[in-house]
């Protein structure tokens, strides 16, 4: 049996999980809520882990944010990572940006650029940490509308 390695926060994660480049074409964006929508289906498939269906929008909204905003501001490749880790799903994009994002100040005359602003409504957490090349952006979404109501199998 091998071992299983423990997250920053202690919890262990589900299932392997998901990494994968995207590349610069307009197509990404839904090519990458796809992959999330794919992902949570399989962690439900292979591990019998529940995932609400406000999780899964909430996800596939992060995750839209997150890449239309690496797309938007970044050159070069973006990288999506997904994992399960305790009672979460786990987002966390990288681009080649090094400048880091700042929540702006509501403004219901703005048009636009509100990315941030909705992932940090919506996620339990939110980490941006500068990356030796770029930045990662990581956003923890609660799988089920009650956590406590979690169920699926350990992982092994």
Request: proline share 6%; hydrophobic share 45%; charged share 20%.
């Amino acid at each position: 049996m091998g071992s299983v390695r423990a997250g920053e926060d202690g919890a262990v994660p589900y299932g392997r999980p998901l990494r994968v480049a995207l590349d610069g074409d307009g197509t990404m964006i839904a090519k990458a809520r796809q992959l999330a929508a794919g992902f949570l289906a399989r962690m439900q498939a292979d591990h019998g882990l529940h995932v609400s269906q406000r999780a899964l929008d909430l996800t596939q909204l992060v995750v839209s944010e997150l890449v239309t905003n690496a797309r938007k501001y970044a050159p070069g490749p973006t990288l999506l990572d997904l994992r399960i880790t305790g009672a979460t799903v786990e987002v966390a994009v990288w681009d080649s940006d090094p400048v880091l994002p700042v929540a702006r100040a509501a403004d219901a005359g703005r048009v636009g650029q509100h990315g941030l602003e909705i992932v940090m409504a919506v996620a339990q957490s939110l980490e941006v940490h500068r990356e030796p090349v770029g930045k990662r952006i990581t956003a923890r979404i609660a799988l089920a509308d009650d956590p406590g109501a979690l169920t699926g199998r350990p992982p092994q």
